[in-house]
Structure formats: C-alpha cells, structure tokens
C-alpha cells in the first residue's frame, strides 16, 4: 500500500505516523495475519518511501519499466549476467559473456546485489515489484 492511500502526510514531519502504524490503528493490517515474508516486503516498500525518498511522483518518471527489470534482477538466483570460456577454432580459448542488463539510467551506486543476503535480495525485489504495480495503476486512473 503506498502512502497516498493513508493520506498526504509528509513523512519528514515530526508528527509523522507511518502508514503501517496507521493502517495497524485502524483495523486494517493486524502483522500476525499476514506472512513474514509479505510483511517485510511491506516494510521495505515504506522504507523506499520515508528513507530513500522514493515518492509516487518519482517513480512515475521509470516509464521504461525499469523498477520491474531491477525487481528482476534482485529476484534472480543467480547472476543474469555471466562470462563463461568457449572454446573456438584450434581450441583456442575465448570469452563470451552478456552485458549485466542493469538499467543505464539507474545509478550503479544502487546496485546493491551481492551486498545483501539472499533473503534481502528478494525482499528488494518485492518492494520494487510493489512499486511497479502502484505505477501502473496510477497511470491507469489518470487514463480513464
């Protein structure tokens, strides 16, 4: 659930209720209804928000799908890039390899996939598939 569903509320405010807490108080979200998994998604979407900075707004401007495509690669087991030893002709050595497909216009700072864990990995990777949703259903309200 992104925070415009809970109100305008500028996370930066001292008086600032998450949207979790407030989703808790009103009845909605009762964390020992939902799988540990689901809720650290949860909670990592809301990080993306109030830490990073990462706003609706912002992530409206990755019309090239990008977040999907770096859910994708955090999802992944194993590295989608590789370089592996082909043999050619005379069975001489050479290398062929695919370029890692991490999106030019995201900064390589944010590259954190062999930093984290593997749970942590897929819990990145959750959030941002959060974020594409909430992408794209934002765009379709503004279309009808």
């Not at 706003?55 to 977040?67: F, W």
């Not at 050479?94 to 900064?107: K, R, T, V």
């Not at 959030?127 to 379709?140: F, K, N, P, Q």
Request: charged share 35%.
């Amino acid at each position: 659930m992104s925070l415009e569903a809970w109100g305008d509320e500028n996370p930066y405010d001292a008086d600032y209720d998450s949207w979790s807490d407030r989703a808790m108080e009103a009845g909605w979200e009762d964390l020992e209804d939902h799988s540990p998994g689901a809720v650290a998604i949860l909670r990592e979407r809301e990080r993306q928000e109030t830490k990073e900075g990462w706003s609706p707004e912002h992530d409206d401007e990755h019309t090239d799908c990008s977040m999907a495509m770096v859910a994708a690669l955090y999802a992944a087991p194993d590295p989608i890039y590789t370089a592996e030893v082909i043999k050619g002709d005379n069975d001489r050595p050479y290398f062929f390899g695919f370029d890692d497909p991490w999106p030019s216009n995201w900064d390589d700072d944010w590259d954190k996939r062999q930093v984290h864990d593997r749970r942590r990995q897929l819990v990145i990777a959750g959030a941002l598939i959060a974020a594409e949703i909430d992408r794209l259903d934002r765009l379709e309200k503004t279309a009808t």
